[in-house]
T-cell receptor, first 112, second 113 residues
Framework: GENVEQHPSTLSVQEGDSAVIKCTYS??????FPWYKQELGKGPQLIID?????GEKKDQRIAVTLNKTAKHFSLHITETQPEDSAVYFC???????????FGPGTRLSVLP | DAMVIQNPRYQVTQFGKPVTLSCSQT?????MYWYQQKSSQAPKLLFH???????NEADTPDNFQSRRPNTSFCFLDIRSPGLGDAAMYLC????????????FGPGTRLTVT
């Protein structure tokens, strides 16, 4: 089955700096890759996603890149703010959105 | 606002005492999911419904059951909770008809005493 790895497990950055989180997946048939932000005591919130027919997608300060050949995808957050502090999960899906396999998560701390 | 609602937000049950968690959605989505999330871990899919079709993950314990009486509601039943079942339980929905995104509720924190 699909296996998703995520690095780093923790990340601390200064406010205003950029943050990058990387994920790799094992099944080349995976076709949908969302990123979720989870704040303490809350459910995961979708922040950006990318489909397998696209190499890059951007939404304001957040961008995701996908390298299908290498089977990895990355989340880029620019101009980080303290409210970006949370746990971020990547996921991969084989069935166009069903049956997500999540990465283990990255705890991002943005220091003021 | 359209959303995924979970009740209760916090549930305490005794070891071995059956408990039911509730999820409702106003998105009119075809697919509803139940995930278990333990502390500092990723959500783990337990099962999902595509309309009325139930799909159980291979490693979901028999102690966990689910019901979906209509499009809007889905229930998670834990027949005999053990201490290891203490976790956050997350409900999510997706369109199932071209929309890939899953939308999560706020979760129910289950404590087993």
């Amino acid at each position: 089955g699909e296996n998703v790895e995520q690095h780093p497990s923790t990340l601390s950055v200064q406010e205003g700096d950029s943050a990058v989180i990387k994920c790799t997946y094992s099944d080349s048939a995976s076709n949908y890759f969302p990123w979720y932000k989870q704040e303490l005591g809350k459910g995961p919130q979708l922040i950006i996603d990318i489909r397998s027919n696209v190499g890059e997608k951007k939404d304001q300060r957040i961008a995701v890149t996908l390298n299908k050949t290498a089977k990895h995808f990355s989340l880029h957050i620019t101009e980080t703010q303290p409210e970006d502090s949370a746990v971020y999960f990547c996921a991969a899906s084989l069935n166009y959105g069903q049956n997500f396999v999540f990465g283990p998560g990255t705890r991002l701390s943005v220091l003021p | 606002d359209a959303m995924v609602i979970q009740n209760p937000r916090y549930q305490v049950t005794q070891f071995g005492k059956p408990v039911t968690l509730s999820c409702s959605q106003t998105l009119n989505h075809n697919v509803m999911y139940w995930y278990q999330q333990k502390s500092s871990q990723a959500p783990k899919l337990l099962f999902h419904y595509y309309d009325k079709d139930f799909n159980n993950e291979a490693d979901t314990p028999d102690n966990f059951q689910s019901r979906r009486p209509n499009t809007s509601f889905c229930f998670l039943d834990i027949r005999s909770p053990g201490l290891g079942d203490a976790a956050m339980y997350l409900c999510a929905t997706s369109s199932g008809t071209g929309g890939y995104e899953q939308y999560f509720g706020p979760g129910t924190r289950l404590t087993v005493t």
